[in-house]
């Protein structure tokens, strides 16, 4: 997640205040004991630390969690140990979830993992209205500076500026009978052979909550609930055309 969504999901999960330091030179070639002493310490004063099993912190990731609980006993400083989290024989971690949204496209799994719909934000953007020609219009995000789900077909839901129910999209408490139904497609439209193909971000609405029409530079929410299939490029239009509905019908069962 970009920052200023962290900040948002936190404030979802109840955090009314977090500090977020300034990654430079310094703090990364800090060592444990030095940010133990400044940060927690004399900044902080903490009284109460959490951290899971594996944490490690400081240069060279000299710092652990058995440090921390050691030194917190002599400063008086409760200090919580969680285990990591198990399921299907892996812990729960970043870099699984990743693999899983990134590689494989296995959104379902992933959500498991995180807990939530796995979500892109961006910008609408206006695209080469291909989807219009055919008779599937859609909603173009710009390409976020984030993990983007591997190519293909999946269904989910949006969330649009002033158009959805909402003023906000939620990140992680999401009722999704205030947002709209959508196929997506992630890829480079590969049926249209263009001459410099270029990665696309589209959401086809289901439900007619937010009204077709043209909506350019507003800030647009894709939740990934499942991917139908992969990246295709078919023989010509029609084909194209009745798999979309084929998409359509089977996001429709699942959504």
Known sequence: ?????????????GVTHHYVLHF???????????????????????????????FHFGFKRKGNAVWLKEHG??????VDII?????????VSSTRI???????????????????????????????????????PTLNLEVPDHLIPSDGVYCGYVWLEGLSQTHEAPIVHIDKKLLSRAVFSIGTRPTFKTQTPTLNIEAHLLDTTIKEGPHYDLNAVFYFEK??????????????????????????KFL
Do not use: C, W
């Not at 920052?3 to 979802?12: D, G, I, P, V």
């Not at 206006?126 to 008779?135: N, T």
């Open 73 to 78: 006993l002599r400063d008086n400083i409760q």
């Open 1 to 13: 997640m970009p920052k200023e969504r962290k900040t948002q999901a936190l404030k979802e999960l």
């Open 83 to 91: 285990p990591s989290l198990i399921t299907d024989g892996e812990p």
């Open 227 to 252: 991917k139908l299939r992969g990246m295709i490029a078919f023989r010509n239009v029609d084909e194209l055309v009745s798999q979309i509905k084929e998409d359509i019908g089977l996001a429709q």
């Open 98 to 136: 990743r693999k899983l949204i990134h590689e494989t496209g296995d959104i379902e799994s992933a959500n498991k993992l995180l807990g939530h719909p796995y979500s892109l934000k961006g910008k609408t953007i206006r695209g080469e209205q291909m989807g219009r020609k055919i008779g599937f």
């Open 24 to 54: 430079n030179d310094e703090l990364n070639h800090m060592g444990h004991e030095k940010f133990y002493k400044e940060f927690l310490i004399h900044l902080l004063h903490v009284q109460a630390i959490t951290v899971g099993e594996d």
